[in-house]
């Protein structure tokens, strides 16, 4: 027995462009401000432009999506993963302002934490295992205190981060925190 396949083509269709204005109008939604309206013959309409000359519905308003982190080259996101990078610094540190510079400028993504307070200063001796130099580097588990070129450089390389800068233009540090983190408030 056979089947007419052209007798139900036409709804199979029309299921399918409703469909895909519907998955339309849900991208426009999610993108901001969409708009709906009828033209002179009767058809309806829908945008993320109001109509020229017509009189048009906003059917909602989306807050714009937040810029995204740009994403970091296989090679630098697979050494962040693997060995993430931590400098601990303080205010008038000529030594935390050159192992910074050394960072940023081999497009080293690195977790910055400053030290400030008697928490911050026991925080730092936790992850130092009881020093109190810095800058204090951690690459993965392994920790340098002080600025040292060629130990800080042989860390990163051994970590297989890269020897120069890969970080995409848009790349922007993060602002340092507290090494140690505020305690909760009271209720």
């Given amino acids: 027995m056979k089947r007419a396949h052209g007798r139900h083509g036409g709804n199979w269709r029309l299921a399918a462009a409703l469909l895909g204005l519907v998955l339309l109008v849900i991208a426009d939604v999610a993108a901001g ?9 009767g058809v309806t309409h829908y945008g993320d432009t109001p109509p020229p000359r017509a009189k048009s519905e906003v059917l909602t308003t989306a807050k714009p999506a937040p810029p995204r982190a740009p ?18 610094t303080t205010a008038r540190c ?20 400053s030290v400030d307070t008697a928490d911050d ?3 730092l001796e ?5 020093k109190r130099e810095l800058p204090l580097l951690q690459v993965g588990s ?3 205190a002080g600025f040292q070129v060629t ?10 981060y890269p020897r120069q800068s890969m970080l995409p233009p848009s790349y922007q540090f993060a602002a340092p925190v507290p090494a140690a983190p505020a305690p909760p408030p009271k209720p």
């Fill in 33 to 41: 401000q969409v708009y709906k309206w009828k033209d002179a013959h």
């Fill in 94 to 113: 000529d030594g935390c302002d050159q192992g910074r510079a050394l960072l940023r400028t081999r497009g080293i993504p690195y977790t910055e934490r």
């Fill in 121 to 123: 200063e026991r925080q």
């Fill in 142 to 144: 392994r920790s340098i």
């Fill in 126 to 130: 936790q992850a130092s295992g009881g």
């Fill in 151 to 160: 130990a800080w450089q042989e860390a990163l390389t051994s970590a297989a």
């Fill in 71 to 88: 994403v970091l080259p296989y090679e630098l996101a697979r050494a962040v993963q693997a060995a993430p990078v931590v400098l601990y």
